[in-house]
């Protein structure tokens, strides 16, 4: 199984700040045929099912705003908000869609300080 | 709009079965890739297990944790999609996602299962 490590495990910035999350895969989630990067990562706020974010790594679902990115290859990932908002106040996941099981990360939870 | 709405979750004893359902609306149901993921209470994200469309070969897949015990199945015509789970065990309490895809783009709001005696 890939083990889907992230850090921190928790999270405090001040608003308007930028907010880093990593994610380190166990093994490589690159597919070498089509170069693309198995990775995605969603944001859960308390009481909701989690909201898809990124997918491939670095492209962003539809609606997402562009205060999100994410970025990596192979086996290191990052997302970052570059400004945080008291809207992006949640728990943000890893997740590898690579190989079955299709693993999460433990998951950071991301404060406002 | 993308809906997707589970049901069938429950108070259930150790050792007993429970059947989930999901419904999907507003999107090609038949070419969908249909995936449950559940959440212990307090915790993070666990993959339970995906069917793919029968034009993909409808392949079904399962997380170790429940192979041989959670069986997961379609209705395209109805456009819903099933877990069966038997020989249920405490650790099986959580909320019940089903989504949609090879990345989850869609999630339901989720049905909550409790094994408990």
Redo the contacts between chains.
């Keep these: 199984d890939i083990v889907m490590t992230q850090s921190p495990d928790s999270l405090a910035v001040s608003l308007g700040e930028r907010a880093t999350i990593n994610c380190k895969s166990s093994q490589s989630v690159l597919y070498n045929s089509n170069n693309k990067n198995?990775l995605?990562w969603?944001q859960?706020k308390p009481g909701?099912?989690?909201?898809?974010l990124i997918?491939?790594a670095s492209t962003r679902?539809s609606g997402v705003p562009d205060r999100f990115s994410g970025s990596g290859s192979g086996t290191d990932f990052t997302l970052t908000i570059s400004s945080l908002q008291t809207e992006d106040v949640a728990v943000y996941?890893c997740?590898q869609?690579y190989s079955?099981?299709?693993?999460?990360?433990?998951?950071t939870r991301l404060e406002i300080k | 709009e993308v809906q997707l709405v589970e049901s069938g979750g429950g108070l259930v004893k150790p050792g007993g079965s429970l059947r989930l359902s999901c419904a999907g609306s507003g999107f090609t149901f038949s070419n969908a890739w249909m995936n449950w993921v559940r959440q212990a209470p307090g915790k993070g994200l666990e993959w339970v297990g995906r069917i793919k469309s029968k034009a993909d070969g409808g392949t079904i897949e399962y997380a170790a944790p429940v192979k041989g015990r959670f069986t997961i199945s379609r209705d395209d015509s109805k456009n819903m999609v099933y877990l069966q789970m038997n020989s249920l065990k405490t650790e099986d309490t959580a909320v019940y996602y089903c989504n949609t895809g090879q990345f989850f783009d869609y999630w339901g709001q989720g049905t909550l299962v409790t094994v408990s005696s």
Excluded at chain 1, 100 to 107: L, R
């Design positions: 198995y995605a969603y859960q909701q099912p989690p909201k898809l997918y491939w679902e996941y997740q869609y079955n099981p299709y693993t999460f990360g433990q998951g």
